[in-house]
């Protein structure tokens, strides 16, 4: 389960898209006469944006090893001089690609907490059927996070410490959820939370991983609901 994540890292600073052709524009020398007008203040981020969608591909398809930043700059269309002003390594360009897409993921399954059983069927089943609509729309996500996510111990500390809060966050979210059940009487008052949490991310990854490797071929949003239906039910009281 990919949703509700809220992975901050200090480095990061989020800035607007700008199109390639404007992007090699503001990659000049900040140096200006005196007498000349004084230009709009330049902040560190501003081409953020464009280069972490360039890369999000990149990494996707090659890897963390396989994606230069030489590479990433031709994507982008920036020098690579840019790329280093606006990150200071490739590892801290990773963590933004990594922030960049658990964000996304986290507004996609944003929504206000059930407050009654029906309105908690409908959130506890809406997880799953998110999920699978995602995967479909964006399958290179899950590829990605799954690169990241192997990778994690080779590339650096830092990329291991956020990868392992993304997942302690995804984890207490889903626990939040089944506790809320059990608040509001669907689930059962010994239902363990937390097992039951790892249960849901366990088996959503699995599928998207059978999904991923047979493709179309394997059913990946009806398997994804009727898991779900399964873990209500089992758990339910009613």
Do not use: C
């Not at 658990?102 to 399954?109: S, T, V």
């Not at 937390?194 to 998207?208: E, I, R």
Request: glycine content about 6%.
């Amino acid at each position: 389960m990919h949703g509700y994540v809220a992975a901050r890292f200090e480095r990061l600073t989020p800035g607007s898209v700008v199109p390639k052709h404007t992007a090699r524009l503001m990659v000049t020398s900040p140096r200006r006469s005196s007498r000349s007008a004084a230009p709009a203040t330049r902040k560190r981020g501003t081409l953020d944006q464009v280069l972490v969608d360039a890369a999000m591909d990149l990494f996707a398809s090659y890897g963390y090893r396989g994606t230069s930043l030489a590479r990433i700059a031709r994507a982008a269309g920036v020098t690579k001089g840019a790329l280093y002003w606006h990150f200071t390594d490739k590892e801290e360009f990773f963590l933004a690609v990594v922030d960049k897409v658990l964000r996304e993921w986290n507004k996609a399954f944003a929504r206000k907490p059930a407050t009654t059983v029906a309105e908690f069927r409908e959130e506890f089943l809406s997880l799953f059927e998110t999920s699978a609509e995602l995967n479909q729309k964006n399958p290179w996500v899950s590829r990605l996070l799954l690169i990241i996510t192997l990778e994690s111990h080779k590339i650096g500390p830092r990329v291991l410490r956020a990868m392992r809060k993304a997942n302690k966050d995804q984890l207490a979210h889903l626990r939040r959820v089944v506790e809320r059940g059990k608040q509001l009487g669907v689930f059962g008052s010994t239902l363990d939370a937390q097992w039951s949490a790892v249960q849901m991310w366990t088996a959503s990854l699995g599928l998207a991983l059978l999904w991923y490797l047979h493709g179309s071929r394997f059913a990946f949003q009806e398997s994804l609901n009727r898991r779900a239906r399964e873990f209500f039910d089992q758990w339910s009281t009613h």
